[in-house]
């Protein structure tokens, strides 16, 4: 893990992102100090349309009974 000051982040951010995007942590610093961290995104698992079709009932629909309602606007 490399240590960048914000300068350099800065002049070289674009090079930084595509460190980061290849999986490396980078951590940038402010006069020295650890500040921020520049880490990869973990990958976002793709939808699936339709996953709950069928399951969801008319009953989803009908309204709550008191006692939930009262739960819900405390």
């Keep these: 893990m ?3 000051n914000i300068h350099e ?3 070289h951010f674009s090079k930084l992102l595509s460190r980061v995007h290849a999986g490396e942590e980078i951590i940038i610093a ?3 100090k650890p500040y921020a961290k520049l880490v ?3 990958p976002v698992a793709k939808r699936i349309p339709g996953i709950i079709k069928g399951k969801v009932t008319d009953a989803f629909f009908e309204p709550l009974p008191e006692e939930e ?3 819900w606007e405390r």
């Design 9 to 11: 982040a800065k002049t």
């Design 40 to 42: 990869p995104l973990s």
């Design 2 to 4: 490399q240590i960048v």
């Design 69 to 71: 309602l009262q739960a």
């Design 30 to 32: 402010k006069a020295g």
